[in-house]
């Protein structure tokens, strides 16, 4: 009876642990898939879309960490792989720095019109 004690409790401290890191696995693979784009869906994350593109862009993110990749890795395989359009929070680099500026610049400009006007009165 005692090896039953011993083999009950060894199960359930392995289960325990599979099952933590099963659920830091998928939400890992979550969070990773509410940034990327689904390059079939128009205005859908990876994460919301059912297509087969997406279902195969999870499972790779899955292998990936399965893998031991960290999260700027596997961003990095899929922005050489499909470029950095599938990302949505893009860095700022040469190529995405026009992308940045804009908001803040119509934003700057949005704010003089509305001084320049409120002003006038």
Not at 6 to 20: P, S
Not at 29 to 34: D, E, G, L, T
Not at 63 to 88: C, D, H, P, Q, S
Not at 90 to 119: A, Y
Request: hydrophobic share 45%.
């Amino acid at each position: 009876m005692n090896k039953l004690k011993y083999f009950t409790v060894i199960l359930i401290l392995f289960l325990n642990f599979f099952g933590a890191s099963y659920s830091q696995s998928l939400d890992q693979v979550h969070k990773i898939s509410k940034n990327l784009r689904c390059l079939i869906c128009q205005g859908q994350s990876v994460y919301d879309s059912n297509s087969d593109f997406a279902i195969s862009m999870k499972l790779l993110i899955k292998k990936k960490i399965n893998e031991g990749r960290t999260e700027k890795e596997i961003y990095e395989f899929l922005k050489n792989r499909y470029g950095e359009w599938v990302v949505y929070d893009p860095e700022i680099n040469k190529n995405t720095i026009l992308l940045w500026l804009i908001p803040l610049i119509l934003f700057v400009f949005g704010g003089l019109l509305i001084v320049r006007k409120v002003s006038i009165k």
